[in-house]
Structures are given as structure tokens and as C-alpha cells.
């Protein structure tokens, strides 16, 4: 969807993805990260200029950009979150 949308280099939208493993790039002069997501067979890269990074962002942690992207070159995030893994499991009660 994203690929065809019509308004997204001028309305903010949000991708989530999985951060793929070797891509993340760190400037932290200029304060820009640049990584690549993936969902499926689909790949997208990133350049993040929002500053703060969370703590559990790494390789495959799944996060939201939230930016614009003009359909070609890298989505362009100014917010970046990182869903946190569950920490809950399912327990049986014992008896």
C-alpha cells in the first residue's frame, strides 16, 4: 500500500516492521539512524532523524515509524517505537 500511496510525502503515516539483522547505522554527530524493515518478503529502509532511541531498539524487535516517504528512497521517520516483547506466558494452574 504504501508503494502507491498518493498524499504520504506530505501526511504522516505509520509502517511497522521487523528491524533486520546487520542494517542498523548509527550517525550520532548528525543524530541519524538509518536501518532496514521487514514484513514478509518486503523490505523497507529507514533514516530516523526523531532522536531518542528506545532502549529495546536491535535487531529483530519489531517497531513503528511513524514519517513520511515519497516512494522512492528511504522512509523518512521522525518517530520511532519499539514494541516490547511479552513478558507474560500462559500458566496452567497446578492442582
Do not use: W
Request: charged share 10%.
Amino acid at each position: 500500500e504504501l508503494q502507491h500511496c498518493s498524499t504520504c510525502a506530505t501526511q504522516s503515516v505509520r509502517v511497522a516492521g521487523i528491524v533486520q539483522a546487520g542494517s542498523i547505522q548509527r550517525n550520532d554527530q548528525k543524530n541519524i539512524m538509518n536501518f532496514v524493515i521487514t514484513e514478509g518478503n518486503l523490505s523497507l529502509p529507514v533514516t530516523y532523524t526523531g532522536g531518542v532511541v528506545p532502549d529495546i531498539f536491535r535487531a529483530g524487535i519489531q517497531v513503528v515509524v511513524e514519517g513520511h516517504y515519497t516512494g522512492s528512497g528511504p522512509f523518512q521517520a521522525s518517530t520511532l517505537l519499539a514494541k516490547c516483547p511479552s513478558k507474560f506466558t500462559a500458566a496452567t494452574p497446578t492442582p
